[in-house]
Nanobody, 118 residues
Framework: QVQMAESGGGLVQAGGSLRLSCAAS????????MAWYRQGPGKQRELVAR???????SYADSVKGRFTISRDNAKNTVYLQMNGLKPEDTAVYYC????????????WGQGTQVTVSS
């Protein structure tokens, strides 16, 4: 089994910054794609950013230029640096990873709340 431990959420004023972290641990041979999703109040879960094992990144249009995804393969950890936060960024943020064990499996973190006040 694999555990995905998220941290870094909290309450911040509009224009502020937060950095989310998500560390994968357990029976891991390799991790391919890692990503951050979010689910705002009354909304569907949406992809925020994704990063490949070699560092290729992609972002939702709503966060381009403000958020940066990165990873440390040695630590099996993915980060999300969020700058210029807006009230509409308020959501529960989930990390996600494709993990190689005996085969490839997809895992989710438990979610961390980000609240941006106006």
């Amino acid at each position: 089994q694999v555990q995905m431990a998220e941290s870094g959420g909290g309450l911040v004023q509009a224009g502020g910054s937060l950095r989310l972290s998500c560390a994968a641990s357990g029976n891991i041979l390799s991790i391919n794609s890692m990503a951050w999703y979010r689910q705002g109040p009354g909304k569907q879960r949406e992809l925020v950013a994704r990063i490949s094992r070699i560092g290729t990144t992609s972002y939702a249009d709503s966060v381009k230029g403000r958020f940066t995804i990165s990873r440390d393969n040695a630590k099996n950890t993915v980060y999300l640096q969020m700058n210029g936060l807006k009230p509409e960024d308020t959501a529960v943020y989930y990390c996600n990873a494709d993990v190689l064990q005996t085969g490839w499996k997809n895992y989710w973190g438990q979610g961390t709340q980000v609240t941006v006040s106006s």
